[in-house]
Nanobody, 121 residues
Framework: QVQLAESGGGLVQAGGSLILSCAGSGNGKMLTRLGWHRQAPGKPRELVASITVGDIVDYGDSVKGRFTITRHQDTVYLQMNNLKPEDTAVYYC?????????????????WGQGTQVTVSS
C-alpha cells in the first residue's frame, strides 16, 4: 500500500518562503507522478505543481515563476517563494501509482492528508 508523508506547512508573512516535502513509500510500486494540489475554503482543489518520474514538470498558472517542484526518487519537494495571501490553502500531496504484475496493469491515485499553509498580509 502506498503511503504519503507530508511536512513543511505553516504560517509565513507575504513575500516569505516555505518548503513542503512529501515522502512516498511505494512498496515496490512505481510512482509515475508526484505533485501538490491545494484547496482554499470555498474553492475547488487545484493543481499547484507536479513532476513525473522522468522529471517532466507542470505548474498551475498562479504559481509559475514563484514555486519550484523537484523530485528525488519517491520524495517530492515544493519550494514556494514570494508567497501571497491568496496562496493560503491546505496543500495535498498526490501520487499517480502504477500497479503492474504479470496479470494486470492499472493506475490509481493516492492522496496525502494535507498540510496547512497560511500567508499573512
Amino acid at each position: 500500500q502506498v503511503q504519503l508523508a507530508e511536512s513543511g506547512g505553516g504560517l509565513v508573512q507575504a513575500g516569505g518562503s516555505l518548503i513542503l516535502s512529501c515522502a512516498g513509500s511505494g512498496n515496490g510500486k512505481m510512482l509515475t507522478r508526484l505533485g501538490w494540489h491545494r484547496q482554499a475554503p470555498g474553492k475547488p482543489r487545484e493543481l499547484v505543481a507536479s513532476i513525473t518520474v522522468g522529471d517532466i514538470v507542470d505548474y498551475g498558472d498562479s504559481v509559475k515563476g514563484r514555486f519550484t517542484i523537484t523530485r528525488h526518487q519517491d520524495t517530492v519537494y515544493l519550494q514556494m517563494n514570494n508567497l501571497k495571501p491568496e496562496d493560503t490553502a491546505v496543500y495535498y500531496c498526490k501520487a499517480d501509482v502504477r500497479h503492474a504484475d504479470p496479470w494486470e496493469t492499472y493506475d490509481y491515485d493516492v492522496w496525502g492528508q494535507g498540510t496547512q499553509v497560511t500567508v499573512s498580509s
